[in-house]
């Protein structure tokens, strides 16, 4: 494994700064790194009765609506950038689908797109899902939680594709670990 260090590799030159993003170039590199926050952190939440719960929202880059795990930012919150991973990771899922986890585990921890930025994503399996709110994003996002069950979630990411819309891949990673937790009951 290979770092880059100073003495080897040219220094990060700042090309523009969004209020969330910063594009910068290393060389001839150019990648993003995302401003007000310590990475990020996606949910596997497994009802108890086996469903996998997803959301769909619109999103503008891709020119439609996402398939995707519960997700969020760690620490972007004004006042708590200490955030721990697993606080944020609950704090979203509540967010975002209503639902609250009384066990929460981290289960993997890389990056999210190496060629393009420098953030890294934990993820996380949910269990113990309690409903304790309707969901749906803040008041910024347009949320549409789905609970799916495991055996059927291929067919139904297959109809929301013929419909449209864009899976993201770490809906599939997070089939993996929701299949693991269910081998091990």
Known sequence: MSSLSDATHPATET???GRFLRLVRRGKWEYVER????GAAAIVAVTDDGR???IEQPRPAL???AVELPAGLVGDTPGDEAEEAATAANRELVE???YEASRIEQVAHGPSSPGLTSECISIFVATGLRKVGPGGGDGN????VFEVPLAEVEAWLGERIARG???DLKVYAGLYF???LAAHK
């Open 15 to 17: 090309i523009g700064d």
């Open 35 to 38: 401003l007000g926050a310590r």
């Open 52 to 54: 996998l719960v997803l």
């Open 63 to 65: 020119g439609g609506v």
């Open 96 to 98: 975002e689908t209503g």
């Open 141 to 144: 996002e347009q949320i549409t």
């Open 165 to 167: 819309a864009h899976v």
């Open 178 to 180: 929701a299949r693991q």
